[in-house]
């Protein structure tokens, strides 16, 4: 089982940058899928990025598609965000399953997940 730890939260105006970062460890398999997901209380978890760590394809949700990129150095993830905007504003969860997950951004999918970092974006 995968342990998960997120960082780099907090709150910036529109238009300014975060960088979010999910330390993986207890992973013994060199291939399967990492993503980062959001959620807005009341709401259901929204996938936006997903990285495949055999190869390192990425996938991104179309809200967030040009803004965000996604980096996997060594046993941590990171989301680096840009041109935020105040519909960003969510809490940011990472997520691990397995390689053969076929619906990426489907959060029953994945089989580990860290406690979530806020992300709060004023206008």
């Known amino acids: 089982q995968a342990q998960l730890v997120e960082s780099g939260g907090g709150s910036v105006e529109a238009g300014g940058s975060l960088r979010l970062s999910c330390a993986v460890s207890?992973?013994?398999?060199?291939?399967?899928?990492l993503a980062w997901f959001r959620q807005v209380p009341g709401e259901e978890r929204e996938g936006i990025a997903h990285?495949?760590?055999?190869?390192?394809r990425t996938v991104y949700a179309d809200p967030v598609k040009d803004r965000f990129t996604l980096s996997l150095e060594r046993n941590t993830l990171f989301l680096q965000m840009s041109s935020l905007k105040p519909e960003d504003t969510a809490m940011y969860y990472c997520?691990?399953?397995?390689?053969?997950?076929?619906?990426?951004?489907?959060?029953?999918?994945?089989?580990?997940w860290g406690q979530g970092t806020q992300v709060t974006v004023s206008s």
């Open positions: 207890g992973y013994t398999d060199n291939s399967n899928c």
């Open positions: 997520a691990a399953g397995p390689w053969t997950i076929e619906s990426i951004f489907r959060p029953d999918e994945y089989t580990d």
């Open positions: 990285i495949y760590t055999g190869n390192g």
